[in-house]
T-cell receptor
Framework: AQSVTQLGSHVSVSEGALVLLRCNYS??????LFWYVQYPNQGLQLLLK??????LVKGINGFEAEFKKSETSFHLTKPSAHMSDAAEYFC???????????????FGSGTQLTVLP | GAGVSQSPSNKVTEKGKDVELRCDPI?????LYWYRQSLGQGLEFLIY????????KSGLPSDRFSAERTGGSVSTLTIQRTQQEDSAVYLC??????????????FGPGTRLLVL
């Protein structure tokens, strides 16, 4: 069974400060990992994904994440926060339940990012 | 190009009524997913369609929920005899194929359902 844990349901940073959103996963097989962002009253938008190639993944809007197998983590970072980064962020994992079964995403509970002026 | 679209964007209904939610996936995408986003449960998988194969219904919470996908494109999620706990945002996503684990799922804006 797969699961995702996002530590911190709310994170506040000052504009220009480092953003660090934490994600840990549990999976019985090598997973694929995703970060999505959700702005108010909108759907989910993919920020980046890890698909077993490079462990450091760069995404849109200056975000990146590093896959660390030993720590079962996939934390999201951005060197300098911008006001427009304020949104809810979801980490997700995908793995087959069994051969030929669904490839649905299992999501973490989300982290609401607030950027302070 | 056009993304995933969903209708209606908002739906208010009375307890016990049936509702239908519609999803138009990205053209050419063979995989289609329904998720539910609620305050108490977060984002949950509901059902998944892969090409012309039988759907994976393992995430549906009760037999009041059903979905179909006509012609491999548009999908309708139906909730019969709605209950207040069905109030949530229902999200639809599609992806280019279903056999590739890392294939990106593109999400629609969701339908916000409120059951009074």
């Amino acid at each position: 069974a797969q699961s995702v844990t996002q530590l911190g349901s709310h994170v506040s940073v000052s504009e220009g400060a480092l953003v660090l959103l934490r994600c840990n996963y549990s999976s019985s097989v090598p997973p694929y990992l995703f970060w999505y962002v959700q702005y108010p009253n909108q759907g989910l938008q993919l920020l980046l994904k890890y698909t077993s190639a490079a462990t450091l993944v760069k995404g849109i809007n200056g975000f990146e994440a590093e896959f660390k197998k030993s720590e079962t983590s996939f934390h999201l970072t951005k060197p300098s926060a911008h006001m427009s980064d304020a949104a809810e962020y979801f980490c997700a994992v995908s793995e087959p339940i069994s051969s030929g079964s669904a490839r649905q995403l299992t999501f973490g509970s989300g982290t609401q990012l607030t950027v302070l002026p | 190009g056009a993304g995933v679209s969903q209708s209606p964007s908002n739906k208010v209904t009375e307890k016990g009524k049936d509702v239908e939610l519609r999803c138009d996936p990205i053209s050419g995408h063979t995989a289609l997913y329904w998720y539910r986003q609620s305050l108490g449960q977060g984002l949950e998988f509901l059902i998944y369609f892969q090409g012309n194969s039988a759907p994976d219904k393992s995430g549906l919470p009760s037999d009041r929920f059903s979905a179909e996908r006509t012609g491999g494109s548009v999908s309708t999620l139906t909730i019969q005899r709605t209950q207040q706990e069905d109030s949530a945002v229902y999200l639809c996503a599609s992806s280019l194929d279903w056999w590739t684990l890392q294939e990106t799922q593109y999400f629609g804006p969701g339908t916000r359902l409120l059951v009074l």
